[in-house]
């Protein structure tokens, strides 16, 4: 895929990328789904339908034996027929809903924060390709979202406990005008 950032924070690369989430070769990419984990559109739906019906069938299990998940709760499935070994699932909040714009900002951050956590300390990932979680159907707008996926990944990065197995963070989109917004986050902030 096509590289418009690429940074090093200690031993972690850091990158902004233009692509199709689903083709990358990482050990574990994220999901923005839904409580239900029902796959039926966006980067969901993309991952749900270059994986195969394993997918699906994962997450429905998942749901009848453990329920719906929270917003910012993370879990992982398989990856079916896609180039990496896992899927993680994490559900955004959505723009309008009850809360403050400060409350879903904080979940935004805490979602990204415990994907990060679960992929080191449940997955032992080095390698991670993230969404823009929220910033599509759930309707947070981008600035917003990048703001604050920048500020997870760089907090989690640089208080980074000594057993984190990430070294290679990817932020993925095919929409090149959010990566820009990503770029600049990142350039800000570093
Ligand atoms: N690769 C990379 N990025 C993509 C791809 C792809 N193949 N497809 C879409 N995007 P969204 P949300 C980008 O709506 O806002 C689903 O139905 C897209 O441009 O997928 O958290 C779930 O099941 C956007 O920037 O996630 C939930 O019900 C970003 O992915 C709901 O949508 C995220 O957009 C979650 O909504």
């Not at 993309?46 to 879990?75: C, H, N, W």
């Not at 990856?79 to 993680?88: E, S, T």
């Not at 309008?96 to 714009?101: F, L, N, R, T, V």
Request: hydrophobic fraction near 40%; aromatic fraction near 6%.
């Amino acid at each position: 895929s096509d590289r418009h950032f690429e940074a090093t924070v200690g031993d972690i690369t850091i990158s902004v990328q233009e692509g199709d989430l689903t083709q990358e070769r990482v050990d574990a990419v994220v999901n923005a789904a839904n409580k239900r984990l029902d796959h039926a559109g966006g980067v969901a739906l993309a991952i749900s339908r270059a994986g195969g019906r394993k997918i699906q069938e994962e997450s429905d299990e998942y749901v009848k034996k453990s329920g719906t998940l929270t917003i910012g709760q993370a879990m992982h499935t398989g990856a079916g027929k896609m180039p990496c070994k896992y899927v993680i699932h994490t559900v955004g909040p959505k723009w309008h809903s009850h809360g403050d714009k400060d409350t879903v900002k904080a979940q935004l951050y805490e979602a990204l924060h415990n994907v990060l956590y679960y992929a080191t300390s449940r997955l032992k990932a080095t390698s991670i390709a993230i969404p823009a979680i929220s910033a599509g159907i759930y309707g947070v707008p981008v600035e917003v979202c990048a703001e604050q996926l920048v500020l997870a990944t760089l907090k989690f990065v640089h208080s980074s406990p000594g057993n984190n197995t990430l070294r290679d963070i990817r932020f993925v989109n095919i929409d090149g005008q959010i990566n820009r917004v990503f770029v600049r986050a990142f350039s800000g902030s570093l």
